[in-house]
């Protein structure tokens, strides 16, 4: 199969045709429709959290299911899925506590690669997913069926951007009608954090960011004000917005340093930070403790929006279906796999939501993809 193949941290993904091993018991074949590139992959990619080579990245995807291993009975050939990197046992201590993305167990595919390449060298499968490929061999326990009806490019999106997003506010901080909410950083993970925020029935909903263009998409999606913080002070916007408050919570959804570090300047008293985005390997946030602990402030971490897929991915899907929950509009653009690193290039320079790479000369037309 072709698949994109990262060789060297920082330089352009190589296609290359590589092998995929069967899938054994309780794992499963899917091949891919659409997979997303987020930002997480990227930085991967560019060496930001160090790793071995060679691997294969992408983490946000939909497909077609196309063989099974033995025991797996929650799926079946044909069935439409998404594919999340979530892969638990449903019986460790952070699978009983209901939180399945701390699962504590250690599965086959976790010690053993089922990716090589034509000459026999082992290839990572990054994020326990690799779908910068054709097709993909994962454990059953990291898909979610779902209608055949949805456009692939969208459906991919709840495999991470918007169960992260839109968990951290629901599941995470589990926001009250009400609040003063802001959310830092308005990409992928950021606008679906503003539609949790919306469909929670926050007040006001503050989107920050360096982009005019992003923090108006972000209007779009439900926030209420928009401050680019390269021309605006934030602190004092929100104490305006808030009433001189200051936020119930704010979300960081970048892994920005200077995010991290001037969000709790942001809070109201009792207010909570949610940490969402990922920061590269080593970056530090320095926090005043004093003024947590006399304003009694919170920080809470926030890994993939604590989701529970096969409750969370359906319900998401159902606020899709209602008009409740935009994921077509997430959507920047399509290219099909020979086109990655045209498609990387265009989210580093800010150009895009979600660029997707698809498999479907059909999805690529739909989405508008010029050659």
């Known amino acids: 199969m072709k698949a994109a193949v990262c060789r060297e941290f920082g330089k352009p993904l190589v296609i290359e045709d590589v092998n995929l091993a069967k899938p054994q018991a309780s794992e499963l074949r899917v091949k891919i429709l659409a997979t997303a590139i987020c930002h997480t992959d990227i930085s991967y990619a560019d060496g ?19 063989q099974l291993g033995a025991g797996v009975s929650s799926v079946k050939v044909g069935d439409h899925v998404v594919v999340t990197l979530i892969r638990s046992c449903g019986h460790c201590r952070g699978c009983s506590r209901g939180m399945p993305v701390t699962c504590e167990t250690s599965f086959p595919l976790d010690t053993k690669s089922p990716l090589t390449s034509k000459s026999g060298e082992s290839i990572v499968q990054a994020m326990r997913t690799g779908s910068f490929a054709e097709y993909v061999v994962v454990h059953d326990s990291q898909v979610v069926v779902i209608s055949k009806d949805i456009k692939s490019a969208s459906a991919s999106l709840l495999a991470c951007g918007v169960i992260t997003g839109f968990g951290a506010v629901t599941n995470t901080a589990k926001v009250e009608p009400g609040s003063h ?7 992928g993970v950021g606008l679906n954090s503003v539609q949790g925020a919306r469909v929670s029935g926050a007040r006001s909903i503050v989107a920050v960011d360096l982009s005019d263009s992003k923090l108006e ?14 021309k605006e002070d934030v602190a004092k916007r929100v104490q305006d917005i808030t009433d001189g408050r200051g936020a119930d919570y704010v979300f960081v959804t970048v892994g920005a340093k200077q995010a991290f570090d001037s969000s709790h300047g942001l ?24 003024t947590m602990v006399a304003y009694s402030q919170n920080i809470l971490g926030s890994k993939m929006g604590a989701a529970r897929i096969q409750v969370d ?59």
């Open 267 to 290: 809070l109201a008293k009792s207010g909570t930070v949610v940490l969402v985005g990922m920061p590269a390997k080593g970056v530090m946030s320095e926090i005043d403790p004093g």
């Open 217 to 230: 998409a972000a209007k779009k999606f439900g926030a209420t004000h928009g401050i680019n913080s390269g």
């Open 48 to 66: 930001a959290w160090g790793g071995t080579l060679p691997a294969i990245y992408g983490h946000e995807s939909v497909g077609i299911v196309e």
């Open 181 to 187: 909410v802001v959310v830092i950083g308005a990409g």
């Open 313 to 371: 991915i359906p319900n998401l899907i159902s606020l899709y279906e209602q008009g409740r929950l935009k994921l077509d509009e997430l959507v920047t653009k399509t290219y099909p796999l020979e086109e990655i690193n045209e498609a990387i290039a265009a989210v580093k320079r800010g150009e895009a939501l979600r660029n997707v790479i698809v498999f479907n000369n059909s999805e690529i037309d739909r989405w508008g993809h010029e050659d």
